[in-house]
C-alpha cells in the first residue's frame, strides 16, 4: 500500500473540467500516477479521451452507465496496475428554477449522474481496493445537500444523497482499509457554478464569511489530503469547503 501521495495510483472521474481538472492537475504534479475519466463528449483542456496528452492518460466514462462505468474501472486498473484513490467529480447542475417549473424527468436525470452514479462508481471501484486492503473514495456532495438550496430541488436532493451514501459505505467498508468520504464545496468557480444566475450567485456570495467563492485549485488541496495515505482514521464524514459559509 502507498506510503504517500507520490505512490498512489488515482483515478479521478470528470477529470476534463473544474474540481476534477485541478486534482487530476495536482495529484499528478504531486507525483501520483493518475488517470482521468469523463464523457465521451467531454472537450479535455489537453489531448482527447484514451489518449496520453498534457492531461495524462484519459478515458471515457458516462457514470449514468454502469457498463461504462466497469469497463472504464477495469481500463484504469489495467493501465495503473492498481488502484489506490478514486475522486468522483462527475456532476451537473440542471435547471435552476422552482420545484413546479422542474420535470421529473429533469429531476430524474440530475439524480442520475449526481447520486445514482456515484453508486455506480462505488460498487465498481470499492470490490477492487478492499481486496487490496487499502484505498480511497471520495464523492462530491455540496453545501445545497446540507441546507437545500432554493430553485436547485433536484441538486440539492442529489447532493444529500451523497451524504447518505458514503456514511453507509463508510460503516460497509471501515475494516477493508478503504475509505469513504465526501467533499460538500459551497462555491467554487468552475463552468458548472457558472450556470448559477449572477443574482443567485450574489446572494450565495453574502453568506460566505470569507467574502469570496473558491477556486478549483482549492478543492483539490483538501481533495489531495482526504485521498492521501495520511488521512487514515476518517471515514464516513462530510469535509466543508465553503469559506466559512456552512455551520453544521
Ligand atoms: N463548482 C461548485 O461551486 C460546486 C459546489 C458544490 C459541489 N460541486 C460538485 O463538484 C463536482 C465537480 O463540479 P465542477 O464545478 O468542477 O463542474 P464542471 O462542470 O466543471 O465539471 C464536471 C465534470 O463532470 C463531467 N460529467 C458530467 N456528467 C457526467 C457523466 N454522466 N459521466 C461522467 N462525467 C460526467 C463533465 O463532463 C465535467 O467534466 C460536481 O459533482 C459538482 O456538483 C461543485
Given at each position: 500500500?502507498?506510503?504517500?501521495?507520490?505512490?498512489?495510483?488515482?483515478?479521478?472521474?470528470?477529470?476534463?473540467?473544474?474540481?476534477?481538472?485541478?486534482?487530476?492537475?495536482?495529484?499528478?504534479?504531486?507525483?501520483?500516477?493518475?488517470?482521468?475519466?469523463?464523457?465521451?463528449?467531454?472537450?479535455?483542456?489537453?489531448?482527447?479521451?484514451?489518449?496520453?496528452?498534457?492531461?495524462?492518460?484519459?478515458?471515457?466514462?458516462?457514470?449514468t452507465?454502469?457498463?461504462?462505468?466497469?469497463?472504464?474501472?477495469?481500463?484504469?486498473?489495467?493501465?495503473?496496475?492498481?488502484?489506490?484513490?478514486?475522486?468522483?467529480?462527475a456532476g451537473v447542475l440542471g435547471p435552476v428554477a422552482p420545484a413546479a417549473a422542474t420535470s421529473v424527468d429533469d429531476f430524474e436525470r440530475i439524480l442520475a449522474v449526481n447520486l445514482t452514479g456515484a453508486f455506480?462508481?462505488?460498487?465498481?471501484?470499492?470490490?477492487?481496493?478492499?481486496?487490496?486492503?487499502?484505498?480511497?473514495?471520495?464523492h462530491m456532495s455540496s453545501t445545497a445537500g446540507k441546507e437545500g438550496v432554493i430553485n436547485m430541488p433536484a441538486y440539492s436532493a442529489s447532493k444529500a444523497g451523497i451524504l447518505g451514501l458514503v456514511k453507509s459505505?463508510?460503516?460497509?467498508?471501515?475494516?477493508?482499509?478503504?475509505?469513504?468520504?465526501a467533499?460538500a464545496?459551497?462555491?467554487?468557480?468552475?463552468?458548472l457554478?457558472?450556470?448559477v444566475?449572477?443574482?443567485?450567485?450574489?446572494?450565495?456570495?453574502?453568506?460566505?464569511?470569507?467574502?469570496?467563492?473558491?477556486?478549483?485549485?482549492?478543492?483539490?488541496?483538501?481533495?489531495?489530503?482526504?485521498?492521501?495515505?495520511?488521512?487514515?482514521?476518517?471515514?464516513?464524514?462530510v469535509?466543508?469547503?465553503?469559506?466559512?459559509?456552512?455551520?453544521?
Amino acid at each position: 500500500m502507498p506510503e504517500t501521495i507520490a505512490e498512489s495510483r488515482c483515478l479521478v472521474i470528470g477529470a476534463a473540467s473544474g474540481i476534477g481538472q485541478a486534482t487530476a492537475e495536482r495529484l499528478r504534479a504531486s507525483g501520483a500516477a493518475v488517470v482521468g475519466a469523463d464523457l465521451p463528449s467531454a472537450r479535455w483542456p489537453g489531448g482527447h479521451a484514451g489518449t496520453s496528452g498534457p492531461m495524462g492518460r484519459s478515458l471515457t466514462m458516462d457514470v449514468t452507465d454502469a457498463g461504462s462505468v466497469h469497463s472504464a474501472v477495469t481500463d484504469a486498473v489495467r493501465a495503473l496496475g492498481g488502484l489506490d484513490a478514486v475522486v468522483n467529480c462527475a456532476g451537473v447542475l440542471g435547471p435552476v428554477a422552482p420545484a413546479a417549473a422542474t420535470s421529473v424527468d429533469d429531476f430524474e436525470r440530475i439524480l442520475a449522474v449526481n447520486l445514482t452514479g456515484a453508486f455506480a462508481v462505488s460498487r465498481a471501484v470499492l470490490p477492487v481496493m478492499a481486496a487490496a486492503g487499502y484505498g480511497r473514495l471520495v464523492h462530491m456532495s455540496s453545501t445545497a445537500g446540507k441546507e437545500g438550496v432554493i430553485n436547485m430541488p433536484a441538486y440539492s436532493a442529489s447532493k444529500a444523497g451523497i451524504l447518505g451514501l458514503v456514511k453507509s459505505l463508510a460503516k460497509e467498508f471501515a475494516l477493508t482499509g478503504v475509505t469513504v468520504n465526501a467533499l460538500a464545496p459551497g462555491n467554487v468557480v468552475t463552468p458548472l457554478f457558472q450556470e448559477v444566475p449572477a443574482e443567485q450567485q450574489a446572494a450565495q456570495a453574502a453568506k460566505i464569511p470569507m467574502g469570496r467563492f473558491g477556486t478549483p485549485e482549492e478543492a483539490a488541496a483538501l481533495i489531495e489530503f482526504i485521498v492521501s495515505p495520511a488521512a487514515s482514521y476518517t471515514t464516513g464524514f462530510v469535509f466543508d469547503l465553503s469559506g466559512g459559509r456552512a455551520t453544521y
